[in-house]
């Protein structure tokens, strides 16, 4: 009896993982994913983000010149 699992996350992996093992066995290329690649635009985008964000801080920061900012 198989236990049903909730977790379609992981259901996909495991059912990846059981399509590649049976490609492998029939001897078909498997392209590998680059990890790096997809860490690496990851990243770009946060700071990007960081960036968009650190600059709408600032512009306004400087709109604020001479009132009080932080209760200073």
């Not at 996909?12 to 590649?20: A, H, I, W």
């Not at 985008?45 to 900012?69: P, Y």
Request: glycine letters at 4%; hydrophobic letters at 30%.
């Amino acid at each position: 009896m198989q236990v049903m699992n909730n977790d379609p996350k992981k259901e996909l992996k495991e059912t990846e993982q059981e399509v590649r093992i049976e490609l492998k066995l029939k001897g078909t290329a498997i392209p590998e994913e680059d990890t790096n690649k997809e860490f690496k635009e990851t990243q770009q985008e946060v700071m990007m983000d960081l960036k968009i964000k650190t600059d709408d801080f600032l512009r306004k920061f400087r709109e604020q010149k001479g009132k009080k900012v932080f209760g200073i």
